[in-house]
């Protein structure tokens, strides 16, 4: 069973900070991808990499930033953060070689911006 | 535009009822489809997915999900539930160009003694 895990589980963070999600998963899969979850809403793609040391925008990429720097670890970076990018952050891995569609994912994080 | 609709946003049954969370999709082509299940705490898991072929796939647990090209449709069946279902239940579509998976907007379900 793949193992995604994701840190802090939660954050308080004020307007204007920094913060750094991160996600380590255990399987060896190539690609990795952050999600945000709002109420009411599925989840939306924010960043995703194939590889370390790359990463592509999603669909909503506007205000972070992503790093992979190996095959194992994947961060999420809001430089100035908001009070807008209060949510919920999956991260998610899968083997594209194998089973393109199913995802594994972190247990999340909730990141509340005052 | 590809979407999914989960038009329920909450959904509560009796233990031991019968169970229907409805799933409803747009996709231009032959979609494949996905149900998620996401318990208290926990991360998002695959509960079953649907591949073109026989409209009727089985999942984990007793859920079962039938594809309707006609309806547009790709509801979630479970014929008794258990307070273990209790869980967030999320659709979704896969683009195949990219294999990306577009999500709808979950379904709370909730569980009465």
């Known amino acids: 069973e793949a193992a995604v895990t994701q840190s802090p589980r939660s954050k308080v963070a004020v307007t204007g900070g920094k913060v750094t999600l991160s996600c380590h998963q255990t399987?060896?899969?190539?690609?990795m991808y952050w999600y945000r979850q709002d109420t009411g809403h599925g989840l939306r793609l924010i960043h995703y990499?194939?590889?370390?040391?790359?990463?592509e925008k999603g669909d909503i990429p506007d205000g972070y930033k992503a790093s992979r720097p190996s095959q194992e670890n994947f961060s999420l970076i809001l430089e100035l953060a908001s009070l807008s990018q209060t949510a919920v952050y999956f991260c998610?891995?899968?083997?594209?070689?194998?089973?393109?569609?199913?995802?594994?994912f972190g247990s999340g994080t909730r990141l509340t911006v005052l | 535009a590809q979407s999914v609709t989960q038009p329920d946003a909450r959904v509560t049954v009796s233990e031991g009822a019968s169970l229907q969370l409805r799933c409803k999709y747009s996709?231009?082509?032959?979609?494949?489809l996905f149900w998620y299940v996401q318990y208290p705490r926990q991360g998002l898991q695959l509960l079953l997915k649907?591949?073109?072929?026989d409209p009727v796939v089985q999942g984990v647990n007793g859920f079962e999900a039938e594809f309707s090209k006609s309806n547009s449709s790709f509801h979630l069946r479970k014929a008794s539930v258990h307070w273990s279902d209790w869980a967030v239940y999320f659709c979704?579509?896969?683009?195949?160009?990219?294999?990306?998976?577009?999500w709808g907007s979950g379904t709370k379900l909730i569980i009465k003694p």
């Open positions: 996709y231009f082509g032959t979609p494949y």
């Open positions: 979704a579509v896969s683009m195949r160009s990219n294999y990306q998976l577009i």
């Open positions: 399987n060896n899969h190539d690609y």
């Open positions: 998610a891995s899968v083997d594209r070689g194998r089973d393109a569609e199913t995802l594994y």
């Open positions: 649907y591949y073109p072929g």
């Open positions: 990499s194939y590889v370390a040391d790359s990463t």
